[in-house]
């Protein structure tokens, strides 16, 4: 194996440690908040991980740049669902009591 297989396959399994922890977290977790914590930021770090693992084994391959499409559209969508996802366990009250400290969406649900 070259270095850069080397460093390929580093990147693959690390990343692949993070989205295993990462749907371990979301089957353990207690409620929705926690869940989707676990869902956004170590899954889409382990994706990112994968997917450069796999574009430096790939390099020169034109199929490099679907790779980097896959990458941009996770990092551009995963905040906005997470948030989606908070505000609807927030409304439907599906969090633990005394979890939240602020309160800043009370006004609005009122």
């Known amino acids: ?7 390929s396959a580093v990147l693959i399994l690390f990343g692949s440690v993070l989205a295993l922890t990462a749907s371990i977290a979301i089957v353990r977790f207690p409620d ?11 899954q889409v770090i382990g994706l990112i991980l994968v997917l450069e693992g796999a574009a430096i084994e790939l390099r020169g ?3 490099v740049w679907m790779l980097m499409l896959v990458g941009l559209f996770t990092l551009l969508t995963a905040p906005v669902i ?3 996802i908070g505000r609807t366990a927030y409304r439907e009250q599906r969090h633990r009591d005394g979890l939240l400290r602020v309160n800043q969406l009370g006004d609005e649900i009122d």
């Open 61 to 63: 391959h034109r199929n």
């Open 82 to 84: 997470a948030h989606l």
């Open 32 to 42: 929705t908040l926690t869940r989707m914590h676990a869902a956004t930021k170590p």
């Open 1 to 7: 194996m070259t270095g850069w297989q080397w460093v």
